[in-house]
């Protein structure tokens, strides 16, 4: 039972770098999100796709650009990292568009240098 | 758009005592509120959620209730237990948009 797993689980980057975090469900999940949590921020969603072929803008997605690549995967870029990228972030998954239970991965921890 | 804050940031209950987190939100339309409890290392994880149809609702030592008019809801757990350690969150929605998340409560259990 993997549910939602994410890699890398740590990252540093250098700015201006650029990399991608992974993300994929084995639940037949139709929406998949994309949360960064920062201390004190609570978490504020990025980007998501509510179904397979499309992508939305979240509270946050500037810097970011995401591939929902089929079904099961949902992947995010950063194409030149900042220091204000640094951050934890989380794929979630849901089984329908905006509603119900929410499944989290267990996180990327991103620093930005 | 929504705007849910999230009272306090921090809790420190002793063991056996009861713990009390508030939320407010701002769009009357939302009408879906999740709490979501996080352990250390791990993400977020669902505990109890209600719906605006709904005023309370318990599951064991877990209770959630909302006020549609006030436009607030709060979680309530009893009989604390260290396990209860971790952050959480609330959150809104009205089903067609994402959930809006508030800032955590991190809530400390001393034994």
């Known amino acids: 039972n993997a549910g939602v797993t994410q890699t890398p689980k740590f990252q540093v980057l250098k700015t201006g770098q650029s990399m991608t975090l992974q993300c994929a469900q084995d639940m037949n999940h139709n929406s998949m999100y994309w949360y960064r949590q920062d201390p004190g921020m609570g978490l504020r969603l990025i980007y998501y796709?509510?179904?397979?072929?499309?992508?939305d803008k979240g509270e946050v997605p500037n810097g970011y650009n995401v591939s929902r690549l089929n079904k099961r995967e949902f992947s995010l870029r950063l194409e030149s990292a900042a220091p204000s990228q640094t951050s934890v972030y989380f794929c979630?998954?849901?089984?329908?568009?905006?509603?119900?239970?929410?499944?989290f991965g267990e996180g990327s921890r991103l620093t930005v240098l | 758009g929504e705007n849910v804050e999230q009272h306090p940031s921090t809790l420190s209950v002793q063991e056996g005592d009861s713990a009390v987190i508030k939320c407010t939100y701002s769009d009357s339309a939302s009408n879906y509120f999740p709490w979501y409890k996080q352990e250390l290392g791990k993400g977020p994880q669902l505990i109890i959620d209600i719906r605006s149809n709904v005023g309370e609702k318990k599951d064991q030592r877990i209770a959630v209730t909302l006020n549609k008019t006030a436009k607030h809801f709060s979680l309530h757990i009893t009989e604390t237990q260290p396990e209860d350690s971790a952050v959480y969150f609330c959150a809104a929605s009205k089903g067609n948009t994402p959930l809006v998340f508030g800032k955590g409560t991190r809530l400390s259990v001393i034994a």
């Open positions: 979630a998954s849901s089984l329908a568009e905006n509603t119900g239970e929410l499944f």
């Open positions: 796709s509510a179904s397979e072929g499309t992508t």
